[in-house]
């Protein structure tokens, strides 16, 4: 019987988990599907085939089966390409992680999880916008002339 999460392979090397079948139905692409571009597993390694079935003309459903094939070492081998495609997750933190979400979920959080460096790149460009469209809408000629002048003295 089906577990869940499910964890999908795209043919690019990309893992994702999906925690319900509303989720994986929602994020499936059609294309894909029918182009068999998924390897599926459940949490226990259970094998997983998506289809798509056509219920009426131009409408559809995705369908999870079951191939009743245990590979939970495939799947374990999927995630860590994954992290090693992304240079993320050394071979001891890889170890230690014994449940195959933790694991997923650390290699998730080191690739997609933003830098301290790439927050503050964002702050500081958030708060010039900031800056700079109120100077736009509020300041008057004196002011501006005044801004120009000193970036004028900055730059030389």
């Known amino acids: 019987m089906l577990k869940w999460p499910v964890f999908l392979k795209d043919t690019d090397g990309y893992v994702y988990m999906y925690e319900s079948e509303k989720e994986l139905k929602y994020s499936v692409e059609y294309s894909d599907i029918v182009n068999k571009e998924y390897t599926g597993w459940d949490v226990n390694g259970r094998e997983v085939s998506l289809e798509w079935v056509d219920s009426e003309p131009d409408i559809g459903e995705v369908v999870i089966k079951e191939?009743?094939?245990?590979?939970?070492?495939?799947?374990?081998?999927?995630?860590?390409?994954?992290?090693?495609?992304?240079?993320?997750?050394?071979?001891?933190?890889?170890?230690?992680k014994v449940n195959i979400v933790d694991l997923y979920n650390a290699v998730d959080k080191k690739i997609f999880s933003p830098s301290k460096k790439d927050i503050a790149w964002i702050v500081v460009f958030l708060l010039a916008s900031i800056i700079l469209i109120y100077f736009i809408m509020f300041a008057d000629k004196k002011t501006i002339d005044y801004l120009l002048g000193l970036m004028d003295a900055f730059i030389y």
């Open 67 to 96: 191939t009743g094939i245990v590979r939970y070492n495939h799947l374990k081998i999927a995630i860590t390409e994954f992290a090693a495609k992304h240079g993320k997750l050394n071979d001891s933190e890889i170890e230690e």
